[in-house]
């Protein structure tokens, strides 16, 4: 092969060599598909101070960052101990008074779990599934709990929320 031929098959594979270095790096840019929860976790925070002031509640709902990482700590052990886990006792035998502590909470708490088989759910669906639940109902309309956590997330299948909520002591 002479020279010119192998300079020119030289420059051929650089150009594609490049090429694919560029690709490959495009892709590697792209962000990765996690989900932000936060407005959906803030939206039933708010529709359960709606159903709370519906109630007759005069006191405020606030975000407790203690009680929403007990409910985060629930929401992943619901979503990926599918098998042992489908209500408020975690795969360990932990109750959400365990999990509230364990955050650091120190008043008395409650919680309501969602459990629906898709990739997602909306804010109404989720109000409704506890809404329709007299026991879920009672929590929600209870006065003395000022404070509220909701963590909520989702795997291809199932999507898993809890809100913990907080009456401190």
Known sequence: MDTARRCARARQTLGALASLVVVVGSLT???SAHADNRRFNDSVAVNVYTVQQQAGCKTDLKVNEQL????EWHT???LYNRDA???DMGSDGSTVQDRARKAGYTGNVA????INPAIAISGIE???????NPAYLAIMQNCAYIQIGVWSWSTIDRTVAVAVYGQPT
């Not at 929403?68 to 409910?71: F, S, Y």
């Open 126 to 132: 989720l109000i409704n599934q506890w809404y329709n």
């Open 29 to 31: 840019a792209i962000p």
């Open 76 to 78: 992943y052990d619901v």
């Open 111 to 114: 919680e309501t779990i969602a």
């Open 85 to 87: 886990v489908d209500g």
């Open 68 to 71: 929403r990482q007990a409910a």
